[in-house]
C-alpha cells in the first residue's frame, strides 16, 4: 500500500470512471489522491490475516441476532412498476416509448 | 452577506410536536395556518440561510386542509398530524424536485416517494418542501451543494455541518418543527452537533432505504433531526420498520422509543472511549462533553472508562469504503434516463464521459476516482478488501465493549462549527472532521446527538450518544437525560 498515484494513473482512473476530466483538474486530483492514499497507508500497519471481509452490516448481525436482514425475499409476482409517461417525462430525450441516446453502433 | 428581511430572531426552538397536536386536536391551531406561519419564516429567513431548495406548499397545504377537516369532525388524529416537516433532497418525492444537491439532477421530478417520505405524510406530517445539502451526501460542511452553501443559524459566518447541514439549520432556526437527513459517515450526528439540535443515526437496516438516492449502500441511513429528544423518538418511530422494497430493511419489531426516552437511567453503565478524548480535541468541546456525563453520573449512571483502541484506523477505513461504493453507485449518472446530458455529447462514450464531467461538482469526481483506483485491477487487495477487514475489527471491538456497557458516550465532532471556507481547500482535513462519527457508521450501530452545552462564543456542542444494534431506546433514554439536565 504505497502513495504515488502519476498523472497518467489519473488519466487511467477518470477514463474507467466515465469521467472526461479538464487539463487543470488532473494535477488537483492528483495531490489530492495521493494525499488521501498517504493517510490511507497506515491501514498497512494492522495486520488482518484471516480476517473475513466485512461487506455488510448483515455479515455482523446475522451471527449474534436474528435481525431478518434480507433473510426473505419478495414473492415472485406481478405487480405494477411506475407509470411509464412519469417515467419518460423526465428523460434527456425520448420518443414516448423509449429513452434516445445518440448511435451505440456506428459505421 | 444577504441580510436577513425578518427582524425576527434567527435561532428559535421549535414547538413540541405533542404540543402542536394537542392544539389541533382542539382547535386552538389550525394545520393550515401552522403551514402558513411555517411558510413565512421561510420567506423570511431563507434568502440568508440558504436551507430549503425547493417548496411543496400545494402539497402541504392539501395535507393540511385534510387534517384539519379531521380535527373539525373530532376524529382521531394520526401521530404526526398537521406537523410542519422538511426532507433533505437525496429523499425522492413524488412530483417534486429532488436533485441530492448535484447540477446532474436539475429539474428532475422523481415518480414516487422514497418509503420514509410516504410514512410521514401517511402520519399526517405536512412536508414544507426539500432541503439543501452537500452533493450526493458528500461533504462535512454543506459547501459542496452546487446550490450554494447553507449557513449556520447560530452565526451564519459559520457552516452548519454536513452533509445533512441545511436538515439541521432548519430545525435550529424552526423553519420546520423537525426534519429528515440521512447519515453515512456522521452526516445526522455531525452537523446536529454545529446546529445545537437533536440528531438519530439509526441502525442500519432500522429504516428503509427506498428513494433514498445512494451514496454508499452499505453505510447509508434516514434519520430524524428535532428540536428535542422525545420528538426525535416520536420520527424515528414513524419512519422505522421494515419494508419489501429494501433487502436490508430489518423485520425486528419498533419499539415505543417515547416511552425509552421517559425511562430513569438510573443504574445503566456508560463507556468513556480514551481514544475520543484525546488530541485534537478542542478544550471547549471536552468541557461541555464532560458536564454532560457529570450530569448522567448525577442521575445514577455508573461512568466506566473503556478502551476502543483501532479508533485511528475508522478514517481510512471509511473513506476506502464509501468511495468504492460510491464509484459504483454514481455510474448510474450517465445522462440516459434522467438528469443532465451534455450537448456536446457526439456519440455515446463522450455523452457518459460529457454529461458527468460538466454535471458533477470537485468533491464528488474526488471520491469517483478514489474508489475507482480502489477498486481497480492490483488495488483491490491492498485498498479496498483491507478496509473491508479493519471494518470488521472495527465493529467487532464495539460488540466487545457493548457486552460490559450500555451505552457508550462521546464527543460528536472535534470542534464546534467552523467557519465558511475555512476548510475548502483541504479534503483531507475536512474529513477529519467526522472523526468521532464515522466507527459507528461502519459497525451499523445506532446513535443520538443531544446538545450538552456551548462554546464560549456560544457554539453549541453536541454529544454522541452510542447504543449498540437495534438500542435506540436506550440511546433516546440517555441522551433525554442529557436534555433534562440542561433544562
Redesign the interface.
Known amino acids: 500500500m504505497s502513495a504515488d498515484v502519476s498523472i497518467e494513473e489519473v488519466e487511467r482512473v477518470a477514463e474507467l470512471a466515465n469521467l472526461d476530466l479538464e487539463a487543470d483538474e488532473k494535477p488537483r486530483m492528483q495531490r489530492d489522491l495521493n494525499a488521501i492514499l498517504g493517510y490511507v497507508a497506515q491501514l498497512s500497519e494492522l495486520d488482518t490475516k484471516g480476517i473475513e471481509p466485512m461487506a455488510q452490516v448483515s455479515d455482523l448481525l446475522d451471527s449474534i441476532q436474528d435481525a431478518g436482514h434480507g433473510a426473505e425475499l419478495r414473492t415472485d409476482a406481478l405487480r405494477p412498476s411506475l407509470d411509464r409517461t412519469a417515467v419518460m417525462s423526465q428523460a434527456p430525450d425520448t420518443d414516448g416509448t423509449f429513452f434516445k441516446t445518440p448511435k451505440v453502433i456506428e459505421r | 452577506m444577504t441580510e436577513t428581511t425578518s427582524t425576527e430572531p434567527l435561532v428559535e426552538k421549535p414547538a413540541t410536536i405533542a404540543a402542536l397536536r394537542a392544539g389541533i386536536a382542539s382547535g386552538t391551531t389550525k394545520a393550515t395556518a401552522l403551514a402558513e406561519h411555517y411558510y413565512a419564516r421561510i420567506e423570511a429567513h431563507n434568502p440568508l440561510l440558504n436551507v430549503y431548495l425547493s417548496l411543496t406548499k400545494e402539497r402541504a397545504l392539501q395535507q393540511a386542509e385534510r387534517v384539519d377537516a379531521l380535527a373539525a369532525k373530532g376524529d382521531p388524529l394520526p401521530p404526526l398530524a398537521g406537523i410542519p416537516l422538511g426532507i433533505k433532497d437525496v429523499l425522492v418525492t413524488r412530483g417534486a424536485p429532488a436533485t441530492a444537491g448535484s447540477a446532474i439532477l436539475k429539474g428532475?421530478?422523481?415518480?414516487?416517494d422514497a418509503t420514509s417520505v410516504a410514512r410521514l405524510q401517511a402520519a399526517g406530517a405536512v412536508l414544507l418542501g426539500k432541503i439543501n445539502c452537500d452533493e450526493f451526501a458528500m461533504g462535512s460542511s454543506n459547501e459542496n451543494s452546487a446550490y450554494g452553501p447553507v449557513r449556520n443559524p447560530v452565526d451564519t459566518d459559520r457552516v452548519p455541518g454536513g452533509s445533512s447541514g441545511g436538515s439541521a439549520a432548519a430545525v435550529a432556526a424552526n423553519l420546520a418543527v423537525a426534519t429528515l437527513g440521512t447519515d453515512t459517515g456522521g452526516s445526522i450526528r455531525q452537523p446536529a452537533s454545529f446546529c445545537g439540535v437533536v440528531g438519530v443515526l439509526p441502525t442500519?437496516?432500522r429504516v428503509s432505504r427506498y428513494g433514498l438516492i445512494a451514496f454508499a449502500s452499505?453505510l447509508d441511513r434516514v434519520g430524524p433531526f428535532a428540536g428535542n429528544v422525545r420528538d426525535a423518538a416520536e420520527i424515528l418511530g414513524v419512519i422505522a420498520g421494515?419494508d419489501?422494497s429494501d433487502?436490508?430493511?430489518?423485520?425486528?419489531p419498533v419499539g415505543d422509543y417515547v416511552a425509552e426516552s421517559d425511562k430513569d437511567v438510573k443504574g445503566l453503565k456508560i463507556g468513556i472511549p480514551q481514544e475520543y478524548f484525546g488530541e485534537g480535541l478542542d478544550p471547549e468541546v471536552r468541557a461541555a462533553v464532560e458536564t454532560g456525563i457529570d450530569a448522567l453520573r448525577a442521575a445514577g449512571c455508573e461512568i466506566k472508562p473503556i478502551s476502543l483502541k483501532?479508533t485511528?484506523?475508522a478514517?481510512?477505513?471509511y473513506?476506502?469504503v464509501a468511495t468504492a461504493e460510491a464509484?459504483a453507485n454514481l455510474?448510474r449518472f450517465?445522462?440516459?434516463?434522467?438528469?443532465?446530458?451534455s450537448p456536446r455529447?457526439?456519440?455515446?462514450?463522450?455523452?457518459?464521459?460529457?454529461s458527468?464531467?460538466e454535471a458533477?461538482g470537485?468533491e464528488v469526481?474526488?471520491r469517483?476516482?478514489?474508489g475507482?483506483?480502489a477498486l481497480?485491477a492490483g488495488y483491490y487487495d491492498?485498498?479496498y478488501?483491507?478496509?473491508?477487514?479493519?471494518?470488521?475489527?472495527l465493529?467487532?471491538e464495539f460488540?466487545t465493549a457493548f457486552a460490559g456497557v450500555d451505552a457508550i458516550v462521546t464527543p460528536t465532532a472535534p470542534t464546534a462549527a467552523f467557519k465558511l471556507g475555512e476548510k475548502t481547500d483541504d479534503?483531507?482535513a475536512m474529513?477529519l472532521a467526522d472523526i468521532y462519527t464515522v466507527t459507528a457508521s461502519l459497525?451499523?450501530i445506532c446513535g443520538v446527538t443531544v446538545p450538552c452545552g456551548a462554546t464560549s462564543s456560544g457554539l453549541p456542542v453536541g454529544m454522541q450518544v452510542l447504543a449498540t444494534?437495534?438500542g435506540e431506546g436506550t440511546a433516546f433514554r440517555v441522551a433525554r437525560a442529557v436534555e433534562t439536565a440542561q433544562a
Open positions: 428532475y421530478e422523481p415518480p414516487y442500519y437496516g452499505s421494515h419489501a433487502a436490508t430493511s430489518s423485520r425486528l483501532h485511528s484506523y478514517i481510512p477505513t473513506y476506502l464509484s455510474a450517465d445522462g440516459v434516463r434522467y438528469g443532465y446530458r455529447a457526439t456519440n455515446l462514450a463522450s455523452m457518459y464521459k460529457l458527468r464531467e458533477f470537485p469526481k474526488r469517483i476516482l478514489l475507482t483506483y481497480s491492498a485498498y478488501k483491507k478496509a473491508q477487514q479493519v471494518r470488521r475489527l465493529a467487532e460488540l479534503p483531507l474529513y459497525a451499523g444494534h437495534f
